[in-house]
């Protein structure tokens, strides 16, 4: 049993064969040399969890072709009004006119594109309880991808360090989600300051229509941070744009312990002014008016699956 210690691709350099003979009393082996790869693949038990399962319940479709009414924001029809629909989807006016309560029906958007934009440079390849943030991210971007595949929408994987590293097609339906598990696991650390000045144009000349592009990213270095802020300003004009951010518990219990020397005193300093530093930009996000998703590797992707839906719910794209 062979157990990976990272993601990505794997080379099979060489290849040692041994089989025993008709009697079992002697056994003969050779050396091959192999120029095979394998892809390690992230982890994605998460999908399989029985509240993913719950949720896709009502998310299956099948081959009949029929329109799909739901929260959505384009316009359907009226229909009369029955105890339990939403309140707020009365239409007074149309009610007034015919006597009756009558509410509104819409079409559930579907065919929307969604990136999944992974930072993987330096700040990201650090490691939280064992494993770097970027496999953290992709985990959750990966079972984000998968509702987003159930739901009727389009998703697309884009990775980036000191210039764009991975671009996939826009890809719809559950069937192609092994794609993205292939492609997810070419995405290779790399010990390089991010640019996201090259980064992010690139990834808009690249889109024809609205997106949502969820970033995956850690904010480190305040220069790097204003680029980044630069940057994100310009995809907002046409895009709808998300951030994620994991939570470093490290500095965290750098900041809450007692300290015992002047080095812990140093230590929490510093910690508690990269915290700063990293809400310091949440905030300007926010004010800019793009949605930050933040929390610990265990709870980011259930995070950003609500986040998701609520962005479709209230038909944002």
Known sequence: TIVPAR?????????????????????????????????????????????????????????????????????????EYRPGMDRRSIDWKGSARHSKLLAKEYDTERNNQIVFALDCGSSMCEPIDGLPRIDRAVSAALLTAYISLKAGDRSSLFSFAAKPELSTPFLSGSRNFFRLQQEAATIDYRHQESNYTLALSTLQGRLRRRSLII??????????????????????????????????????????????SAEDVARAVTAQNLLDQKKLVVTKLKHMGIDVIEGAHQDIGTRLINGYLNIKRRGQL
Do not use: C, Y
């Open 215 to 260: 970033i995956f990213t850690d904010f480190t270095d305040p220069t790097a941070a204003e680029l980044m802020l630069e940057a994100a300003g310009r995809l907002i004009d046409k895009h709808l744009v998300l951030f994620v951010v994991l939570e470093d518990r490290e500095l965290t219990e750098l900041i809450t312990k007692s300290p015992e």
């Open 7 to 79: 993601r990505g691709t794997a080379e099979v350099g060489k290849l040692w064969l041994r089989w025993k003979g008709p009697l079992g009393l002697a056994w003969r082996q050779i050396q091959k040399q192999s120029a095979q790869s394998v892809a390690v693949i992230p982890n994605i038990s998460a999908v399989r969890s029985p509240t993913i399962q719950m949720f896709l319940k009502d998310s299956l479709f099948g081959l009949l072709a029929r329109k799909f009414r739901g929260e959505g924001s384009e316009f359907e029809a009226l229909a």
